[in-house]
């Protein structure tokens, strides 16, 4: 059964940071597009940043500039670095995996950003 699992996520101070892990199971982890995205509540649930199975990144306007997503493909795990947290940042977290017609996605983790 194919597995993304997330964690990472809390409460931070606005200008703080956080590093968000998925790991993966269950599938040919470097064939796959990660993906990382968030949903406020209320509003869509958007892209944030994505990785490619050989290493191509594109960020959302958003979090340019401030995140990295980066992959270990011998540990299964996309991450995501957040940097200068903003309190407009705060939403749920999820990371998805993509490949042909194929897609998952995790749980989500929060990520609160508040004084």
């Known amino acids: 059964q194919v597995q993304l699992v997330e964690s990472g996520g809390g409460l931070v101070q606005p200008g703080g940071s956080l590093r968000l892990p998925c790991i993966t199971s269950?599938?040919?982890?470097?064939?796959?597009?990660m993906g990382w995205y968030r949903q406020i509540p209320g509003k869509q649930r958007e892209l944030v940043a994505f990785?490619?199975?050989?290493?191509?990144?594109n960020y959302a306007d958003s979090m340019k500039g401030r995140s990295t997503i980066s992959r270990d493909n011998a540990k299964n795990t996309v991450y995501l670095q957040m940097n200068s947290l903003k309190p407009e940042d705060t939403a749920v977290y999820y990371c998805k995996a993509s490949w042909a017609s194929m897609g998952y996605w995790g749980q989500g983790t929060q990520v609160t950003v508040s004084s």
């Open positions: 990785i490619t199975g050989d290493g191509f990144t």
């Open positions: 269950e599938i040919t982890f470097r064939r796959y597009t």
